[in-house]
């Protein structure tokens, strides 16, 4: 008797453990961000946002607010590159598509690619890249604004050194897609 109790409470644990620990709207497992990268997560949205296209063609700013979808994360650190919202991810359009992997933009040429996407970087007090093993609650597809300074770096590229960071959309994929870790 007393073994069958011991045998149902393991197993009742078990499940408590594994549904408290699976992966929610089918995205990647959730890794904290750094102290550091947390303070850019802004919890208020920042309001009126300049698209991508926009800011790239308008060129260097004090302050902006950019908004765009989370293409690539540069892992490791607090650098991602956002796409022009007039860019579709690949199965945005037709769900027929069944891309495993929407936020590569593979359906759209490197030279689209390119001129729809803007670099957006964290540093900290001395200048250099934000080490974090996370994006302060993002990830690929997420819509952001993000506001900070945009500059030219050395080779002529336009930056967006971040101050603050605001998802203000997360798309769900289907159960087929295999967000990266």
């Known amino acids: 008797m007393m073994s069958n109790r011991y045998l149902t409470l393991t197993l009742l644990a078990l499940f408590t453990l594994t549904t408290a620990c ?3 709207d089918n995205g990647p497992a959730e890794v904290p961000a750094s102290a550091e990268a947390q303070k850019l997560a802004l919890t208020a949205d920042p309001g009126a946002a300049l698209a991508v296209a926009e800011v790239k063609a308008d060129g260097p700013k004090d302050e902006v607010t950019v908004e765009g979808r989370l293409y690539k994360i540069t892992k ?6 956002i796409m022009d919202l007039t860019m579709d991810y690949c199965g945005e359009i037709n769900k027929e598509e069944k891309c495993p992997t929407p936020w590569d933009y593979c359906c759209d040429t490197k030279g689209d690619i390119a001129a729809g996407s803007l670099l957006v970087e964290a540093r900290n007090a001395d200048g250099k890249p934000l080490k974090t093993p996370a ?3 993002l990830r690929l597809l997420d819509k952001v604004k993000v506001t900070g300074k945009l500059i030219k770096d050395d080779h002529g590229n ?13 798309p769900t994929a289907p159960d087929y897609v295999k967000w990266p870790e």
């Open 135 to 137: 994006l302060p609650n």
């Open 76 to 81: 490791g650190y607090a650098a991602m590159r």
């Open 22 to 24: 699976s992966k929610p």
């Open 158 to 170: 336009l930056v967006l050194l971040a101050s603050g960071m605001f998802r203000s959309d997360r």
